[in-house]
């Protein structure tokens, strides 16, 4: 059994995180820590759980007793921690944040498991990709790999009210955000970072590099990821829809060979040739892909569940690529018909 524990349990990822492992074959939760919580039955916050287990939230962090931690801390907070606290060298450790996404003086492996599978198995410590950014990532992968990425790129990308997190907020209170659909961070948004990362990783030398605006500025050379990010009146889940211009009249079959061909041995990511409905992938650890392609323009269309393949869905499948155990264990999640 692998044994977990997990920091910061009480918050949105957190609940999802233990409900995951519950119900995993493989693991066993040694802890879940939460200071406010400290006593408290996990379902007195997470209270979908009650009658699934009698774990307490504990102030206690008994490294020495795990092998591997998850840090479901806010932003920021996951470097913080670790100048203050030290974790056993054997111990390995995921972290949901997005403080050692972008390649530094750090050992943290960025966990994208459609294209880094052999460094997260070896890997000792894990950042786990944004819930944003693994939506739109999938959506350009196979592009990006064809160095087909030549022009700037329109995203456009809707998230549930999940995505904000547990702390009550202006814009996600329900009375604010029932009926109501607005934009925020307008191509600003933090997940850019780890995106355009990514698709420079992917592109070959003869592709424009793609500028990360918010380091460099909007007058650099290059192309950029143009992402308008938008709140929606739903719980969970993000439908994106990315607009990719060629220089000649797309071929629609060949664009769809790719895709099929790039996600082929993908555990979770599916290529689709209806068009999709955000019901498909809601609840499960899937992401599901479309293309169309209407002369030079290429629409695709990607979506995922923001706190399952966006967050803690993905941090499990990992995990057990990390422990060398079936990817999808844990993760045989299915989505509602209605």
Request: charged share 20%; proline share 3%; aromatic share 10%.
């Amino acid at each position: 059994m692998i044994k977990i524990g997990i920091l910061g349990a009480a918050g949105y990822t957190g609940g999802e995180l233990i409900r995951l492992l519950l119900n995993h074959p493989e693991a066993e939760i040694v802890f879940a820590n939460s200071e406010s919580n400290a006593g408290n039955k996990v379902y007195d916050v997470h209270e979908g759980l009650m009658g699934d287990t009698e774990l307490e939230f504990t102030s206690e962090m008994p490294f020495d007793k795990v092998d591997v931690v998850f840090f479901c801390f806010g932003h920021g907070k996951s470097e913080a921690f670790l100048k203050e606290h030290t974790i056993p060298a054997n111990v390995k450790i995921i972290d949901l944040a997005q403080d050692f996404r972008i390649k530094g003086d750090h050992d943290y492996v960025y966990g994208l498991p459609e294209i880094h599978r052999t460094d997260i198995a070896s890997c000792l410590h894990l950042a786990n990709p944004g819930c944003f950014a693994t939506c739109i990532q999938l959506g350009l992968l196979p592009l990006a790999k064809a160095g087909l990425l030549i022009h700037d790129i329109a995203v456009n990308a809707i998230t549930g009210s999940t995505g904000a997190g547990q702390k009550p907020g202006a814009t996600t209170h329900f009375s604010w955000r029932n009926n109501n659909f607005s934009v925020y961070k307008l191509f600003t948004h933090q997940h850019l970072h780890e995106i355009t990362q990514t698709l420079n990783e992917l592109r070959p030398d003869s592709a424009p590099a793609v500028i990360d605006t918010l380091d460099q500025g909007y007058d650099a050379h290059g192309i950029t990821v143009d992402f308008i990010p938008y709140r929606g009146d739903f719980s969970r889940g993000i439908f994106c829809t990315e607009v990719i211009t060629l220089d000649s009249t797309a071929d629609k079959d060949a664009i769809t060979s790719l895709y099929k061909d790039f996600y082929r041995e993908a555990a979770f990511t599916h290529y689709s040739d209806k068009a999709l409905d955000l019901k498909q992938v809601v609840n499960t650890n899937k992401a599901l892909v479309h293309v169309e392609t209407f002369g030079r323009k290429i629409v695709v269309t990607s979506m995922i569940d923001n706190l399952l393949k966006g967050a803690v869905g993905q941090a499990v499948q990992n995990m057990n690529i990390m422990f060398g155990i079936d990817e999808k264990a844990g993760l045989n999640l299915k989505a509602s018909a209605f």
